[in-house]
């Protein structure tokens, strides 16, 4: 079993940078792909950025790469999403997931474990 709770979501201009958290309880943290997923209003949970569980492999979707980046600690079971010249298009509920699959996926069934979301906004 795996808890996770983000932090760091908030209010920001278009142009600013934002960086999300994601701590998880459990001593098996290391061994989960994690994943970053959002979610905007009247729109589907889609997918963000994800890393396996050594922090070897990254995976980006076209709409972040090259502004979004994502890492993780094991040490201090925690996965960060740093975002870059953020935009109006970027505001969503961000989610962290956890996944057991040794490659992570990029659709939400794919993950075993979710946090609660924090909210991000990103006005003009």
């Known amino acids: 079993q795996v808890q996770l709770v983000e932090s760091g979501g908030g209010l920001v201009q278009a142009g600013d940078s934002l960086r999300l958290s994601c701590a998880a309880s459990?001593?098996?943290?290391?061994?989960?792909?994690m994943g970053w997923f959002r979610q905007a209003p009247g729109k589907e949970r889609e997918f963000v950025l994800a890393i396996s569980w050594s922090g070897g492999n990254r995976y980006s979707a076209d709409a972040v790469k090259g502004r979004f980046t994502i890492s993780r600690d094991n040490a201090k079971n925690t996965v960060y999403l740093q975002m870059n010249s953020l935009k109006p298009e970027d505001t969503a509920v961000y989610y962290c997931?956890?996944?057991?699959?040794?490659?992570?996926?990029?659709?939400?069934?794919?993950?075993?474990?979710w946090g609660q979301g924090t909210q991000v906004t990103v006005s003009s």
């Open positions: 997931a956890a996944s057991n699959r040794v490659v992570p996926g990029y659709r939400p069934y794919e993950y075993n474990y």
């Open positions: 459990g001593r098996t943290f290391s061994s989960y792909s």
